[in-house]
């Protein structure tokens, strides 16, 4: 069986770091997969580049054009909805010719359109859509929030110009969809139960078939090790509590980094000798804006690209905290809690599925910093800590191991074939 893995980027964003784990679970498990891209980042001979030529930036910039100019020219909310108005074409590619299914993940940003989708359609092979996000079960959006208008017919769209029509962009490009995907025998798979109860609901997914199988990890590769080594290594403090904080653009407000701040903050009025206790670890790029922001020491890292040396960092502190506002199935939970590192985030998206409230980490109420103090003190001062530790382990290698996950999407493969 040939599996050809469709993706934007081999290594940058969250779902090119799941569907690259993918392929690679499924090739230990003799699966000759392989990897379709339009970014590629490594010189891996299993991931293959898709040939681009100037039209591939003009098609990037054109699709941001039409956002914009259809958001009365704001650049308000332009980089969270796709249109997919342009595209490649990937079926006449010696890799999609060979290959006996073919395997879409985050194809966006000027690498499918709605027409390349189409024409994949067309060739009749069996198609498996992973979804990382809503965009597949919505008009335009990436997370719709608190929208549920793509239950029946995305219009109107809070994501663009307050003013925006009854038959707005969202409204043209869910009609699209439907035209497209409505007619299809495309079977999706979704991380989390969450987004398989979101994509349940969505008119344009209406009587397909619909899964959730969680993202793979490697946890030969992410693994509890010497605490006291890695923090050595890092020239971190031996002495201090530490927190962990990571965003590829740490900023990012949807990461949710000022109620951490806020949290943190709150354990200081409440407990104040902590101040000196505990430490904050931020990775990312613009983790420096960090340093002043918190009432504990900041030690602050560049965004880290090599898995080997994330592993360490993760091992290096004592709690992981994501208080991202959206989210699926975050990677960064379940390679903490591979290194026996206890969790804390807020109850979004696919996260309450991951942490084990009390069991192996926290969930927090949504937005409320409160809660996320209550949560991180929680983690860091149980007397069971080493408890906590041993259940994130033990989750991890019952639900997210590479061969788990591999087999049921060879289950899901052999369904599909004629």
């Known amino acids: 069986m040939r599996i050809l893995i469709v993706n934007t980027s081999e290594r940058i964003g969250g779902a090119a770091i799941a569907a690259n784990r993918l392929m690679k679970a499924l090739r230990k498990c003799g699966v ?12 891996a001979n299993e991931v293959i580049a898709f040939p681009k030529s100037w039209k591939h930036s003009w098609n990037f910039f054109w699709e941001r054009f039409v956002i914009f100019f259809h958001n009365h020219l ?30 879409l993940h985050w194809v966006n940003q000027g690498f499918l359109s709605l027409k390349s989708l189409q024409k994949i359609i067309a060739t009749g092979k069996p198609i498996v859509w992973t979804m990382h996000d809503m965009w597949p079960c919505t008009g335009i959006c990436h997370h719709s929030e608190a929208c549920d208008l793509f239950h029946t017919h995305c219009h109107s769209c809070p ?16 009609k699209k969809k439907l035209e497209i995907i409505g007619k299809s025998t495309i079977s999706f798979v979704t991380c989390s139960h969450w987004l398989e109860q979101q994509a349940q609901q969505s008119k344009l997914l209406e009587g397909k078939q619909i899964t959730a199988i969680a993202n793979p990890i490697d946890v030969k590769l992410y693994h509890p090790m010497d605490r006291w080594k890695v923090r050595e290594k890092y020239r971190l403090p031996q002495e201090k509590k530490l927190i962990l904080f990571t965003s590829l653009k740490v900023t990012d407000k949807r990461k949710g980094i000022q109620y951490l701040i806020e949290a943190c903050q709150r354990i200081v009025d409440l407990h104040p000798s902590l101040a000196k206790e505990y430490g904050v670890v931020v990775i990312g790029e613009e983790s420096e804006w960090a340093e002043q922001q918190f009432p504990f020491p900041v030690y602050a890292i560049r965004y880290c690209k090599e898995e080997k040396e994330l592993v360490k960092l993760y091992n290096a502190v004592d709690v992981f905290v994501t208080p991202s506002l959206q989210e699926n199935l975050p990677n960064t939970i379940m390679e903490a809690m ?10 979004v998206g696919g996260i309450s599925e991951m942490i084990d409230h009390k069991e192996n980490g926290y969930v927090a109420t949504l937005q409320s910093s409160n ?30 191991n590479q061969a788990h996950i591999a087999k049921k999407y060879m289950e899901l493969y052999t369904q599909m074939m004629p």
């Open 159 to 174: 994501l663009l110009y307050k003013g925006a029509a009854a038959h707005d962009l969202s409204y043209q490009v869910f």
């Open 338 to 347: 591979a290194c026996g590192i206890p969790c804390v985030g807020f109850n």
């Open 32 to 43: 000759k997969a392989k990897m379709l891209v339009f970014d590629k980042q490594t010189t």
């Open 371 to 400: 809660d996320l103090a209550k949560g991180i003190h929680w983690v860091l001062t149980n007397d069971h800590y080493k408890e906590l530790s041993a259940n994130a382990v033990e989750k991890t290698h019952l639900h997210y």
């Open 74 to 103: 704001s650049r308000s909310h332009v980089f969270e909805v796709d249109i997919a108005n342009v595209g490649v074409d990937i079926t006449t590619h010696p890799a999609f010719l060979a290959a006996d299914v073919i395997h």
